[in-house]
């Protein structure tokens, strides 16, 4: 929800297929316009590290206004700092479409990683690591000497990685899974309860290129849960979302992975499935960002409209079947970490309403960015300011004492835990694991 407004911003098509979305004077002028704007209001000094190098630009400049600042190098680190979390234009910003200056800052910075990225900018690493299926199908293969690899206790590869792709040593990196999640049998084997209240409801769980190649705990016990509640589900993963490429300003890419990943699931959705994806990043963008890319692409249509949340999925039973008995008080309170995918999908404090649900249990809320911002915070570059930015939000979860800490977000969840690590003191989790996994655990799956 904006601050000031009960509506949903709306947001404008990415016009990415006009050959001026790519004029550089053309996009220079737009962000002088919109960052003119911003200094003017500075409501966003507090959200992320863009709009604090913005203001300490101008306000160092020598006119201390936007003529004072040299476009060709003073806008760059403004742009490399967006994690793309969408926080500016979902909460905060009393500019957006229906206002007369459209302001919409985070797509803004999308068509300037555009413009980088059509004239061959992107960084290697970055382009690289968002081939997450090409890794992933390569590095479960060899899982074992992959996690040695990239463990970050492994003084001699980590500093390796730091020195030739910039991948900071100390940054948490997802290990591989054995097994990709799609070709778990043994979840395929277990029987959705067919006396349970949900029975009759067909999920498809989009498994996304996290819990698909890297962590699959997430996945394992959304199956596990849906089918206690009489879901019939089945695992699909035909392919990353491409968020790590839009990242990059990849917007033909992204197109791609849309239109085959929208492909896949329509027979599906014909034959009645839900869509329920694990991570938030993925929901978002399956809802949002891919009809904004391919606003005339009726499956792509379809498939946003047939997607949920695996958080907003599991309130949807609750609130029109019931959930099946059988949840048991977990004995400890919980801390959950809303992540700003989950904010920016507008569906409420799912997270938290779905952990309300487990008998007796007690629930914050923590609302505040991690940091982390995707593979952005793995980079030496960023590091030191994604601990930095995540310092409240991990501060906010120790001051909670809870039992258990959770987070929807794969990547903000063991980020955050780094950052607690470094505030010191009692209370540290050992994991800051998916809130599914936690109703799984209260049901004894
Ligand atoms: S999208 Fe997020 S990181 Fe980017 S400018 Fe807005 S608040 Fe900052
Ligand atoms: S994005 Fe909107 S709310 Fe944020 S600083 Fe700019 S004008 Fe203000």
């Known amino acids: 929800m904006r601050e000031g407004s009960l509506e949903a911003p709306t947001r404008h098509p990415i016009d990415w297929e006009n050959p001026d979305f790519y004029d ?35 306000d160092e400049s020598p006119t201390g206004e ?10 760059k680190p403004v742009v490399d700092a967006c994690t793309l979390c969408d926080m500016c234009f979902m909460t905060k910003c009393p500019y957006v479409p229906p206002h007369e200056w459209a302001l919409d800052v985070p797509h803004l910075m999308l068509r300037a990683r555009a413009v980088e990225h059509r004239k061959g900018e992107t960084r290697l690493a970055d382009a690289e690591l968002a081939k997450t299926d090409r890794n992933g199908k390569l590095a479960t293969f060899v899982s074992p000497l992959a996690n040695w690899a990239t463990d970050a206790d492994n003084a ?33 084997r277990i029987a959705a309860d067919a006396a349970a209240p949900a029975a009759g409801r067909k999920a498809a769980l989009y498994a996304t290129c996290f819990a698909n190649w890297n962590m699959p705990g997430p ?36 197109a791609e992975q849309a239109r085959s990943v929208a492909a896949a699931f329509a027979p599906l959705i014909d034959e009645g499935f839900d869509i329920v994806a694990v991570t ?3 929901a978002l963008m399956l809802k949002f960002e891919w009809p904004l890319i391919l606003p005339d692409d009726p499956l792509v249509k379809a498939l946003a409209g047939a997607t949920f949340d695996i958080t907003e999925y599991v309130v949807d039973i609750a609130k029109k079947e019931g959930l099946a008995p059988g949840m048991q008080p ?3 309170d919980i801390a959950i970490h809303l992540p700003c995918h989950s904010r920016a999908q507008n569906m409420g404090q799912k997270g ?17 960015c991690s940091g982390h911002g995707g593979k952005w915070g793995m980079f030496k570059a960023n590091f030191a300011t994604a601990l930095k930015i995540g310092k409240p939000a991990g501060r906010a979860m120790l001051k909670t004492n809870a039992a258990f800490m959770v987070s929807e ?6 980020h955050l835990k780094q950052v607690m690590e470094r505030e010191g003191g009692e209370g540290v989790p050992q994991q800051v694991p998916h809130p599914i996994e936690l109703i799984a655990k209260a049901y004894g799956l």
């Open 24 to 58: 550089e004077a053309k996009l220079e002028a737009e962000l002088t316009r919109v960052f003119d704007i911003c200094h003017g209001c500075r409501r966003c000094f507090n959200l992320c590290d863009s709009f604090p190098i913005l203001f300490d630009l101008i």
């Open 219 to 254: 996945g394992e016990a959304a199956v596990k849960v849906l089918k206690a509640n009489g879901v019939e589900t089945r695992i699909v993963y035909p392919g990353c979302c491409g968020m790590p490429k839009l990242e990059n300003g990849d917007l033909a890419a992204v």
């Open 280 to 282: 938030p990043s993925c």
């Open 330 to 332: 977990l004995g400890g």
């Open 156 to 188: 001699l590869t980590r500093t390796l990685m730091e020195k030739t792709v910039g991948i900071d040593r100390e940054a948490w990196l997802p290990p591989f899974a054995d097994t990709p999640l799609d070709r778990r049998d043994d979840l395929d």
């Open 352 to 368: 938290a309403e779905m952990l309300r649900l487990i008998p007796e249990a007690k629930v914050g809320v923590v609302e505040r």
């Open 409 to 414: 977000c794969p990547l903000a969840g063991p």
């Open 66 to 75: 936007i003529d004072g600042l040299d476009p060709h190098k003073d806008y």
